[in-house]
């Protein structure tokens, strides 16, 4: 899997064994979508290779956190860092979302999810994340193309579907009511 853009354009990620990582495709997509990441603060949960994050680094955001239980996930996402030069700019969590989403205390202009295939995010999962948004920031989650948030529709910017995938964008704008 290659970069598709920024400054990493063309590096390659190491992708661990048995995960669905975001196709460029969608990456490209996404990442067109939102538009200026420069200085931006990135959260990317289920991260996976870190294939979004380490997009998001090299189109300029300014720091990333990666959040991932699996530890093959987390020697690849460290891996990649390292090869890319970028330790320094990443920061991550092996540990449940969930249990990052208790700890945590920062605010994120952009965060992205990709939970496993099967896996639904519930509501209140939904709405912690959307609580860690700055005012202005993006939550972007992956889910298969059926998956609707209709409790959410207040918070919901735009959906977009690639095939079996959709992708939904979710504003952080804290003035909107649930």
């Known amino acids: ?3 598709s853009g920024g400054f990493l354009k063309g590096r390659i990620l190491k992708t661990p064994k ?4 975001a196709q460029s495709i969608v990456r490209k997509a996404i990442f067109d979508t939102i538009g ?3 200085d931006k603060k990135v959260l990317d949960i289920f991260a996976g290779s870190g ?12 720091f990333c956190v990666f959040v991932e239980e699996n530890i093959n996930c987390v020697k690849i ?3 990649n860092a390292k090869n890319l030069g970028i330790l320094d700019k990443i920061k991550i969590y092996k540990m449940d979302f969930k249990k990052f989403l208790i700890l945590n205390k920062d605010k994120f202009d952009i965060i992205f999810a990709s939970p496993p295939y099967k896996f639904i995010l519930k509501k209140d999962s939904i709405k912690k994340i959307i609580y860690i948004l700055k005012e202005d920031g ?9 998956i609707e948030f209709k409790d959410f529709k207040n918070f919901i910017l735009k959906e977009a ?3 079996e995938t959709k992708i939904t ?3 952080g704008c804290i003035s909107r009511k649930f």
């Open 36 to 38: 200026e990441i420069y």
């Open 169 to 171: 964008y979710f504003t």
């Open 1 to 3: 899997m290659k970069i």
């Open 18 to 21: 048995g995960i669905r990582p």
């Open 51 to 62: 294939s979004f994050g380490f997009e998001a680094i090299s189109r300029g955001a300014s």
């Open 161 to 163: 579907i690639y095939g």
């Open 77 to 79: 996402i460290e891996e």
């Open 138 to 146: 993006i939550f972007i989650l992956e889910t298969r193309k059926e």
